[in-house]
């Protein structure tokens, strides 16, 4: 019987190729979007999940309160490790810290600068289950100068050859022994590295020894998962211990909390926080979104179903008067409908597998389909049975209930289903899709705003050199000069953080309030840095070479700092302040304001701008070099050959500074790309139901129309006739769309503090086009049905 069956199946879904290619098609795009969604949602949710002992690591924070706020910082000092190690040996099993840095890694004739090489302690293998492939891992990271690479990079430096026991040179000047190669770190870490190097090499270091000197992160390994309450508690104590003395110095009060190394990733509300961090809002937007495109394609899935079942109505009076049982008929149409949505989930595993590329690449993931995961099979087959046998319950159960006398005398009696059901189905689905067509449209402007906002500097055409190696340091002021007489430069200047980047936090006192301290974000530069970078002043004047004592006792404050302070900013000028001893420093600086700037953004838009202290100090990690207008390639190439001969076993490398400020916004900016993706084929998809419903409404009403055209209806008006119901649906789509879109928006925009306006012509527009696209779909049936010859349907009459 399940043969014959399938063999009907097959015969009615050729028989009408049409109606299968459209229910295959929505199908088919909503179970691979929903299984693509869901898999960039679960490799969100497995970062750091790897690790065999995932539950027992904590990440130190420092909570700092200072000027009555509150900060959480990953970054801590040297000592905070050893210390905690060696003060709580039942609560800690092993610690480890671990401090990103970049270094000029040379073998032979090859000479790269790598971005991703850590420092750590021997015990990082214990910790963390990164795979070694070679070596051991008690012992790689034993002795000073050893070092643990990945595939990756064994393969860049040494091709074919045995990594193990190389000796590599790094900056130019330390020699360093492969004693360790590592699978390639997955994509789902939130620790990203290519080379780690024993952290012993520096242990002697005033740097690493110093409580102050917060440059690496600290990783705590616990016996026990659950124990970290009890680590917790002896935290205040050990700050009393070790800090109060920097604390008091500096009117600090200072915190430490544990954070679970899980709940990393997703967390992104501490400051100074360099490693990968995801959104947990995203996560959520794109469940929902996978959810709501499965359902939509599932409700399509059904409403064709009902909508083609009405023209087998005598197909089944047929059948019934030849001796067909109402069973048999169930059973023909449920096998029918489930054939179907198998051939729907089959093809969206296919259409996966073509996509996944082109997704991975563009979303710098690595994702993999689950075949080995149960869970995967499990839901396949329940979307192809659980929606097979929805959609093919109504043929099912509500047509092989006609008497075929009836039926065969054209005198369908009773209703064909619940028309309220189906509309509001619809309904839903328009609904959906406006949502996400508002979403888009707002993530764009957002975008487009924050890329086009005025930051109060001048952003193009500045070139950044990074000061990454010791040639370049001790001749940076040469290399600087001759940079400057270029033709194609217009000026330079060197800082501590560039607008975008890193801006160090400084703690001084105002001589008038010497009780109070003060934290400001700082940048440490020279005399040419508002001039490069075109920074506004509003009073007093910026930095001069006709002030020698600028480069020692001169501090240039922003507008919120003035603020914060409660001065305005032409009395701010000449207040003097006093700079905190730092470590090894015997006394205070006198600082004297000699100018106040505009406020301008140098950070995120995502922050509002904070109180800035521009001082001069020999502090210098990046050189801006302001280019003249004309061709940029022809003044790289020129800045190139004066970097060559400064520092000849240096690669010159540069980015521009427009390029890395619009990197900031590098999420949101996939976020609108993959809220586009997703409003279309949820768009898409809705459209195949709409036009289900527009071919069940034509089928139900052809009679109607035959009369209304032998009467004298004109095309367009039967157009019109059979248009405007759907057009209604729409509407009613866009009323309850919108107020969803726009708290949706609206939270979504709290992230940033600069933004744009949620106005009203971005909800118009959303359900203009929302109704463009309805008109399209219905019109095209509605007007197949319209110009067709009224006699072939009143032909049975």
């Known amino acids: 019987m399940l043969t014959n069956y399938l063999k009907l199946a097959v015969r009615n879904l050729l028989r009408q190729k049409f109606y299968t290619a459209i229910n295959v098609a929505g199908l088919t795009l909503g179970v691979a979007g929903c299984l693509l969604i869901f898999m960039f949602v679960q490799n969100e949710l497995s970062y750091d999940k790897f690790h065999a002992n995932g539950n027992r690591i904590y990440r130190l924070l420092r909570n700092n309160y200072m000027n009555g706020k509150i900060t959480s910082t990953p970054y801590t000092s040297g000592p905070y490790a050893p210390t905690l190690a060696a003060d709580f040996p039942e609560d800690i099993q092993a610690a480890v810290r671990v401090m990103a840095n970049n270094a000029l890694v040379t073998y032979g004739d090859k000479s790269f600068n790598e971005d991703r090489f850590y420092f750590t302690d021997p015990q990082f293998f214990e910790v963390f289950s990164f795979k070694l492939l070679k070596g051991n891992p008690r012992t790689a990271l034993a002795e000073p100068n050893t070092l643990v690479i990945t595939e990756a990079m064994a393969k860049k430096y040494f091709g074919k050859a045995e990594p193990m026991g190389k000796l590599v040179t790094i900056n130019k000047d330390q020699t360093f022994k492969v004693t360790g190669v590592m699978a390639n770190v997955p994509g789902n870490s939130q620790l990203q590295f290519d080379m780690l190097s024993s952290i012993k090499l520096m242990e002697n270091e005033d740097y690493l020894k110093a409580w102050r000197a917060n440059m690496l992160y600290t990783y705590l390994l616990l016996p026990e998962a659950g124990r970290h309450d009890a680590l917790q508690s002896k935290m205040p104590g050990f700050v009393q211990k070790y800090l109060a003395e920097t604390m008091r110095q500096f009117s600090m009060n200072v915190k430490l909390t544990l954070q679970p190394f899980q709940n990393v990733y997703l967390d992104d509300s501490t400051t100074f926080d360099f490693t990968e961090h995801g959104n947990k809002n995203n996560v959520y937007i794109f469940s929902a979104i996978a959810i709501f495109i499965l359902l939509i394609a599932c409700i399509n899935f059904m409403n064709l179903a009902s909508a083609r079942s009405v023209g087998r109505a005598k197909e089944v009076g047929v059948r019934k008067v030849l001796g067909a049982y109402q069973r048999h008929l169930i059973g023909q149409f449920l096998v029918e409908s489930v054939l179907l949505a198998t051939v729907s989930v089959v093809l969206a595993v296919a259409l996966i597998y073509a996509v996944l590329p082109a997704f991975n690449t563009f979303a710098e993931k690595q994702l993999t389909l689950p075949v080995t995961n149960p869970l995967l099979y499990v839901f396949l087959i329940l979307v192809a049975i659980v929606v097979g046998l929805l959609a093919g319950s109504y043929p099912a159960f509500f047509l092989s209930s006609f008497q075929p006398v009836k039926v065969l005398k054209g005198r369908l009696s009773g209703s064909s289903g619940n028309p309220f059901i189906r509309k509001a189905l619809v309904v839903f689905q328009f609904a959906v899709s406006i949502f996400l067509i508002i979403g888009t449209v707002v993530i764009f402007r957002q975008m487009q705003y924050v890329q086009n906002k005025q930051l109060g500097f001048g952003k ?298 949620l106005n009203a012509f971005i909800f118009i527009a959303a359900g203009i086009i929302a109704l463009v696209i309805a008109i399209i779909t219905v019109s095209f049936q509605a007007v197949k049905v319209a110009i067709a010859n009224p006699v072939n349907a009143l032909r049975d009459e």
């Open 460 to 757: 193009e055409n500045i070139l950044k050199v990074p000061v990454d190696n010791g040639d370049i340091d001790q001749k940076l002021y040469g290399f600087m000069r001759q940079v400057r007489q270029l033709p194609e430069v217009k000026n330079v200047s060197v800082m501590s953080g560039e607008p975008g980047g890193f801006h160090d936090r400084y703690t001084i006192k105002i001589v008038e309030k010497p009780e109070e301290d003060w934290s400001f974000r700082t940048v440490f530069t020279d005399y040419d840095y508002i001039a490069t970078l075109g920074i506004k002043l509003v009073a007093g004047r910026g930095f001069s070479r006709n002030f020698p004592t600028d480069s020692v006792s001169a501090i240039i404050l922003n507008e919120a700092a003035v603020k914060q302070i409660g001065w305005t900013p032409q009395n701010a000028l000449g207040k003097e302040f006093l700079d905190v001893p730092r470590d090894g420093e015997a006394s205070p600086i006198r600082l004297r304001v000699i100018g106040v700037v505009k406020d301008y953004n140098f950070s995120s838009l995502k922050e509002a701008i904070q109180p800035l202290a521009i001082m001069m100090r020999n502090d210098h990690r990046v050189i801006a070099i302001k280019l003249g207008p004309g061709n940029p390639q022809q003044a790289v190439a020129a800045i190139q050959n004066v970097y060559t001969k400064v520092a000849p076993k240096y690669p010159f490398e540069f980015t521009f500074l427009d390029q890395d400020f619009d990197k900031l916004y590098k999420n949101e900016q996939k976020q609108a790309v993959l809220f586009t993706l997703f409003a279309t084929l949820a768009i898409c998809i809705a459209c195949l139901g709409l036009f289900g419903l527009a071919l069940y409404s034509t089928e139900q009403r052809r009679k109607e129309v035959g009369i209304r055209k032998v009467l004298g209806a004109s095309v367009s008006g039967v157009v019109a006739l059979l248009s405007k119901d759907f057009l209604k649906l729409v509407l009613l789509a866009n009323v309850l769309a919108w107020p969803l879109a726009y708290w949706a928006m609206h939270k979504w925009l709290q992230e940033f503090t600069y933004r744009t306006e």
